[in-house]
């Protein structure tokens, strides 16, 4: 038996740079001015379902991405697809993202159950705020965040980025780029704005610009002809989480076995997606967002798995989803220290590890 799964169609051009997670925007503005009139001209209110025999006692949750269908939310169309969120009691609803979306603030007001939300650093901002909101899983281990360079260029490591011109959105200015002028010597006066176009950076070898491993890479070497030089910020000590599974705290306390059953599926469904059978997954991705190719579905996922993305340090242990207190102060601390954050705020207010770092779905890593 099968239950329905209710899907909200967003469309978009994902196949050229656009990948938006808050804090962090490489959406080209052009491409998303013609999502935005594909969006109005298909009707925001389009929805498809997938009906089958409906299971009967399941509760119904409906979960909001940050972007529009990709790889990197695979593990949640997954746990959809395999059946894995009816297996756990759930008929689930993924809500697209979008450039006409905001589904972040779906959440507080009880439109949405659960949301993708984009880093640690919105974590902070929920408590700051006063957002009655907090983080259950953090289903990326390393934020993608990376800034990209021409090869040939004398930049072997990731200090000699400071001889170059980089390209940084204005969310990029006031977050990472903080800490790397604190922490890296990173100037002010090296920076040009990111105007959402890799054109810039393509005509010019002596510039580097933000971006995400698992899209922006793929993109330039379609359009440049070239295999750029990539660094994670991740790997130089910018410690986030990401794409972190945020609830409402009334929902922590009123029903805790609903939220234990939502993060437990998802991170079985995470660990069918790298390592299992993902078409299912892949083929609802595209439902959603037709311009998707599997080409570039593939490619997200090898680059997932490559610099470890969603799988590797505590994960190794606690298996997908982990978080701990350590990690969480160790960062807060060192966006304080930057001035992103505001030292006074009680950050623990924003996360919690009760549903995590219980081993669940260790078993179907594979041995290496």
């Known amino acids: 038996m099968h239950s329905s799964a209710t899907i909200i169609p967003a469309l978009g051009n994902r196949a050229m740079l656009a990948y938006c997670r808050g804090y962090f925007c490489t959406a080209s503005r052009s491409k998303a001015a013609t999502m935005r009139k594909k969006l109005i001209y298909a009707g925001l209110a389009l929805a498809l379902t997938i009906t089958a025999a409906v299971g009967q006692g399941l509760d119904k949750v409906t979960f909001g991405t940050n972007w529009v269908a990709q790889g990197e939310h695979g593990g949640f169309y997954q746990a959809l697809a395999d059946g894995t969120f009816r297996k756990h009691g759930l008929d689930v609803t993924i809500l697209p993202g979008g450039p006409n979306a905001n589904n972040r603030i779906l959440l507080p007001v009880g439109k949405i159950d659960f949301f993708m939300s984009a880093n640690s650093l919105q974590t902070f901002d929920a408590v700051e705020q006063n957002v009655p909101t907090v983080a259950v899983a953090a289903i990326f281990q390393k934020d993608p965040q990376i800034l990209i360079a021409h090869p040939g260029q004398g930049i072997e490591k990731f200090e000699d980025l400071k001889k170059l011109t980089l390209f940084v959105s204005k969310e990029g200015i006031t977050s990472y780029y903080q800490w790397l002028k604190a922490d890296f010597g990173f100037k002010d006066s090296q920076v040009k704005p990111y105007t959402f176009n890799p054109q ?70 995470w660990y069918n997606y790298l390592y299992g059978d993902n078409n299912s997954a892949n083929r609802l991705i595209k439902v959603h967002n037709p311009e998707m190719t599997d080409e570039l579905l593939a490619y997200s996922i090898a680059a997932m798995k490559e610099y470890g993305i969603v799988d590797s340090g505590d994960t190794l242990k606690f298996g997908i989803g982990a978080m701990t207190d350590a990690r969480m102060q160790a960062f807060f601390d060192k966006m304080s220290r930057v001035g992103v954050v505001k030292a006074r705020i009680d950050y623990r207010k924003g996360y919690t590890t009760q549903f995590v770092n219980k081993g669940v779905g260790l078993d179907l890593r594979p041995r290496r």
């Open 200 to 269: 810039p950076f393509l005509a010019d070898k002596r510039t580097a610009m933000q971006g995400y491993v698992t899209s922006e890479p793929y993109a330039i070497e379609k359009q440049g002809g070239f295999k750029p030089t990539i660094f994670l910020i991740a790997d130089q000590g910018f410690d986030a989480y990401s794409t972190l599974i945020e609830t409402r705290r009334d929902l922590v306390e009123r029903r805790p076995g609903l939220v234990q059953r939502f993060v437990d599926a998802s991170i079985i469904g």
